[in-house]
């Protein structure tokens, strides 16, 4: 019993951290655009979002492969969770590409 409640807190905890992880992705990504800096925001950013979600695989696996699974599997969950709630790209540039002209 003990082991089972270990493994299902590991797997919340994965859920937690994609959710960190992909949901400041998405976060980032659309604040990205209209930022003065976003080179800077995106390091930031990614910086942060790796920085906690290693931290958070450490403390939860604690040594163990199992625990570290299980947390890998809330992750990869919370990973088509956060596409899902996100929605399709924004269909704004409807407007095909112009070509280029040839040369005379």
Request: positive net charge.
């Amino acid at each position: 019993m003990n082991e089972t409640v270990t493994l299902l807190s590991a797997g919340v905890a994965g859920l937690l951290l994609g959710g960190i992880f992909f949901g400041g992705l998405w976060w980032t990504v659309r604040k990205g655009v209209s930022a003065k800096q976003p080179a800077l925001l995106f390091l930031g950013s990614l910086l942060l979002r790796t920085a906690v979600t290693v931290a958070g695989f450490y403390v939860v696996g604690d040594g163990q492969w199992q625990r570290l699974l299980v947390c890998l599997l809330g992750f990869v969950i919370a990973r088509y969770m956060v596409t899902r709630l996100a929605g399709p790209p924004a269909e704004h540039c409807d407007v095909p590409a112009k070509e280029a002209g040839h040369a005379p």
